[in-house]
């Protein structure tokens, strides 16, 4: 069997400042570390479990933050940015997807670095009516592969929003309590990695019984995008598909998930244009 791993780090435990979040960061090799032993300990836990192969999509950032020699022989690493399909990159064939540092939606309270894909130009994300986390995005994204993700390690707060409002079946270990965007309580890691290990073995045993299945949504899909510039917008609406709804919004409808995927990535990439742009 073949597992699927996408890795964020504002989820991470013991994560709370941005200077764990950059590669010129004062505490980004801190965070390498952290990020690189929690992936070991999953990537061999579901080997342990019969996965014989597990696809790592490194997903913070420059997309860049395990170490590579850390990795064990079965595990293959999806590395940089940009790149097709973000975080979800090569999860394509996979039986089940795991996330890792997941962290809560835009304008969450009480959770560490609360962002929608890109803090510097998301404000608001909506598919089908539904304002969506990242945990969200990639799993709806998953779901329409057949993919089902079956265990989430992140903030505490996206475990007892998105993921069990949506996605009950779902394993959820809370790496962190938060008690402000930049302050929050983890556990030791080595009871980080006795959940972790406990988690998958549930899991696991949830996705064989079929309790376990791909998050859907309907097809075609509708998007609506709320930025935190009007110059994003400004930008997003030169896409003939795109239409503007006010000084900051746009939306747009695309055949499939994967379509609307693509160009809501686009639409990002975009804005971290424009702001280059105007900023230097």
Do not use: C, Q
Request: hydrophobic fraction near 45%.
């Amino acid at each position: 069997m073949r597992a699927f791993i996408s890795l964020d780090l504002e989820g991470l435990p013991y994560i709370v400042s941005r200077e764990h979040l950059f590669v010129k960061g004062a505490l980004y090799a801190e965070a390498r570390r952290i990020a690189t032993e929690i992936v070991k300990t999953l990537a061999r836990a579901l080997h342990e479990n019969g996965f014989d192969e597990v696809v790592v999509a490194d997903s913070h950032g420059p997309m860049v933050n395990v170490l590579p020699e850390e990795m064990p022989e079965y595990v293959e690493l999806v590395r940089g940015f940009p790149r097709p399909l973000s975080m979800v990159a090569f999860a394509k064939g996979s039986d089940a997807a795991l996330f890792l540092g997941y962290h809560a939606k835009a304008g969450t309270g009480y959770a560490t670095f609360d962002h929608t894909y890109s803090g510097a130009s998301v404000d608001r994300l909506e598919i089908n009516g539904v304002e969506v986390s990242e945990f969200l995005l990639n799993s709806y994204l998953l779901g329409s592969w057949g993919i089902p993700v079956i265990l989430v390690g992140g903030d505490r707060r996206l475990i007892e929003t998105d993921v069990r409002n949506h996605a009950p079946w779902v394993v959820g270990i809370p790496f962190k309590e938060a008690s402000s965007r930049y302050a929050a309580k983890s556990p030791s890691m080595a009871r980080v990695k006795g959940m972790l290990e406990a988690g998958v073995r549930e899991a696991v045993e949830r996705l064989k019984t079929g309790k376990a299945k791909p998050l859907v949504t309907e097809e075609p899909v509708h998007v609506i995008l709320r930025f935190l510039n009007s110059a994003f917008a400004d930008a997003a609406e030169l896409l003939p598909a795109v239409k503007r709804v006010d000084g900051k919004t746009v939306e747009f409808e695309a055949e499939k998930v994967e379509d609307a995927y693509r160009i809501f990535e686009l639409l990002t990439l975009a804005a971290a244009g424009v702001n280059a742009v105007v900023t230097r």
